[in-house]
C-alpha cells in the first residue's frame, strides 16, 4: 500500500507491506534507505530484501522516501533533516500499530540515520546493514541499548570492514555481527543469501 506520512519538511511518500493476511502481525518495521543524493530510495534492493526479510518473520514493512526523494517533499537535510523525517515516520508508526513491537532498520546511509535516531524512540531491534561509518565523525552516536544486529560484507568497496570493526570494537555495547565474505556494498547475487542468513539470525 502506497501512501504519505506527514513529515517535518512535507509529506512522506511510504509504502506498507503486510506480513501473511493468515496471521496478525508480530510487529512493525521500518525501514531507511540509502544516501538520497546519490540515488538511494525506498525501492533499493537491500532495502526490499530487509522488508521481504521482515514481512517473512511476520513484521509490517514500512519503507518511506526521505525528504526530496521520490515524491516526498522536501530538499536533502545533510542527516539531521532525514533524522528527523525518520522520527516522524516512527510516530505514525506508533500511533498506527501502538500495540506491536517496533523494528527500525536501514542501509548505508539509512543505516547511520537509524543509528542517529534509535535512543529517541522505544526500538526493539535494531538492524544495521554496512552502516556508513564514514559519517561518523560529524557527531557521537547514542548508545544503542536495544538488540541490534550489524550486517556486513567484507568486500564492502564504500564502507570499508576494516573501519566498521574498528568502530564496533570502540563500542561499550557492541552489535551482534553477521558478515558476509566476499560481499561487496550492495550485496549483488548475494541478496537472496542475505534474507535467509537474515531469517535465521532474527528468527
Given at each position: 500500500?502506497?501512501?504519505?506520512?506527514?513529515?517535518?519538511?512535507?509529506?512522506?511518500?511510504?509504502?506498507?507491506?503486510?506480513?501473511?493476511?493468515?496471521?496478525?502481525?508480530?510487529?512493525?518495521?521500518?525501514l531507511c534507505h540509502p544516501h538520497p543524493l546519490h540515488g538511494?530510495?525506498?525501492?533499493?534492493?537491500?532495502?526490499?530484501?530487509?522488508?521481504?526479510?521482515?514481512?517473512?518473520?511476520?513484521?509490517?514493512?514500512?519503507?518511506?522516501?526521505?525528504?526530496?526523494?521520490?515524491?516526498?517533499?522536501?530538499?536533502?537535510?545533510?542527516?539531521?533533516?532525514?533524522?528527523?523525517?525518520?522520527?516522524?515516520?516512527?510516530?505514525?508508526?506508533?500511533?498506527?500499530?501502538?500495540?506491536?513491537?517496533?523494528?527500525?532498520?536501514?542501509?548505508?546511509?539509512?543505516?547511520?540515520?537509524?543509528?542517529?535516531?534509535?535512543?529517541r524512540c522505544p526500538v526493539q531491534q535494531l538492524i544495521t546493514?554496512?552502516?556508513?561509518?564514514?559519517?561518523?565523525?560529524k557527531d557521537p552516536l547514542p548508545e544503542v541499548q536495544c538488540?541490534?544486529?550489524?550486517?556486513?560484507?567484507?568486500?564492502?568497496?564504500?564502507?570499508?570492514?576494516?573501519?566498521?570493526?574498528?568502530?564496533?570494537?570502540?563500542?561499550?555495547?557492541?552489535?551482534?555481527?553477521?558478515?558476509?565474505?566476499?560481499?561487496?556494498?550492495?550485496?549483488?547475487?548475494?541478496?537472496?543469501?542475505?534474507?535467509?542468513?537474515?531469517?535465521?539470525?532474527?528468527?
Open positions: 500500500m502506497s501512501l504519505f506520512i506527514p513529515g517535518p519538511a512535507g509529506r512522506l511518500e511510504a509504502l506498507i507491506e503486510e506480513p501473511a493476511p493468515d496471521h496478525p502481525p508480530a510487529g512493525v518495521a521500518v538511494g530510495t525506498l525501492q533499493n534492493k537491500v532495502v526490499h530484501t530487509l522488508a521481504r526479510t521482515c514481512n517473512a518473520l511476520g513484521q509490517v514493512a514500512v519503507r518511506f522516501n526521505f525528504r526530496g526523494v521520490g515524491a516526498s517533499e522536501g530538499a536533502y537535510g545533510e542527516t539531521l533533516g532525514e533524522t528527523e523525517d525518520l522520527l516522524a515516520v516512527l510516530e505514525w508508526v506508533q500511533q498506527q500499530w501502538p500495540d506491536l513491537p517496533l523494528w527500525l532498520g536501514g542501509f548505508s546511509f539509512g543505516a547511520y540515520v537509524a543509528l542517529r535516531a534509535v535512543a546493514v554496512a552502516p556508513a561509518v564514514n559519517l561518523f565523525a538488540d541490534w544486529l550489524l550486517v556486513q560484507g567484507d568486500q564492502d568497496e564504500i564502507v570499508p570492514y576494516a573501519q566498521v570493526m574498528e568502530w564496533v570494537a570502540s563500542l561499550e555495547r557492541p552489535p551482534r555481527i553477521l558478515e558476509l565474505p566476499g560481499a561487496g556494498h550492495f550485496f549483488h547475487g548475494r541478496l537472496n543469501e542475505l534474507r535467509e542468513r537474515l531469517l535465521v539470525m532474527l528468527g
